[in-house]
């Protein structure tokens, strides 16, 4: 699996834009990239995937590069609520999620 | 809520016992994956089933053992328990193998 690198921590105000780097230069044609959350230490809550195309859900937007090189999720209005640890993966036809440190990032008031 | 389902939440043993950690997937779905958290190692994948037959291995331990039934629920079985072994276990399920995995809540295993 390509390897990913995510910086290891970043602060976002309450109510502004957050956008989580990624970036996973290794990254194969068939590779996806998918990113998770962990809130403490409940289960990972998957967030959003993707393969070349942008893609938008009701949680975030995720912009991969042309050269898929690397990926930013974008969460539109952070809340306190979205404090976490971001994972963000790529995974191929094996499935498993490879897990790195993530990004913890911290919502403030 | 993420539709699968851990039981027992939490569980406190001791070294050299066995332990079984049970896994109900979400409705309709065939894949179900076991990982491992622990503070040093992070999360980790452990093993995948998929409608009843093992298809992938990650790190587990061959003290590990984990099988899927008919109905689809997933057992993992820990025997010979050492204090390393202490960590949170995720169970995650999948409707195919390159869908979105969704996690349960964990069994927290505590050994003593």
């Known amino acids: 699996d390509a390897k990913t690198t995510q910086p290891p921590s970043m602060d976002c105000a309450e109510g502004r834009a957050a956008n989580l780097p990624c970036n996973h230069s290794?990254?194969?044609?068939?590779?996806?990239v998918y990113w998770y959350r962990q809130i403490h230490s409940q289960g990972p809550q998957y967030i959003i995937h993707?393969?070349?195309n942008n893609e938008t859900n009701e949680m975030a937007s995720l912009i991969i590069t042309e050269d898929r090189k690397s990926s930013t999720l974008i969460l539109p209005h952070a809340t306190l609520r979205d404090t976490a640890v971001y994972y963000c993966?790529?995974?191929?036809?094996?499935?498993?999620?490879?897990f790195g440190a993530g990004t913890t990032v911290t919502v403030r008031a | 809520d993420s539709g699968v389902t851990q039981t027992p939440k939490h569980l406190i043993t001791a070294t050299g016992q066995r332990v079984t950690l049970r896994c109900s997937p979400r409705?309709?779905?065939?894949?179900v994956y076991w990982y491992q958290q622990s503070l040093d190692q992070g999360l980790q994948f452990l093993i995948q089933?998929?409608?009843?037959?093992?298809?992938a291995k990650g790190n587990i331990l061959e003290r590990f053992s984990a099988q899927q039934f008919p109905d689809l629920h997933s057992e993992l079985n820990l025997s010979s328990l050492e204090l390393g072994d202490s960590a949170l276990y995720f169970c995650?399920?999948?409707?195919?193998?390159?869908?979105?995995?969704?996690f349960g809540d964990g069994t927290r295993l505590s050994i003593l």
């Open positions: 290794t990254i194969s044609g068939n590779e996806y």
């Open positions: 993966i790529v995974t191929s036809d094996d499935y498993k999620l490879s």
């Open positions: 995650a399920s999948s409707v195919d193998q390159n869908q979105p995995q969704h």
């Open positions: 993707g393969l070349k």
């Open positions: 409705s309709g779905d065939l894949s």
């Open positions: 089933y998929y409608n009843g037959e093992e298809r």
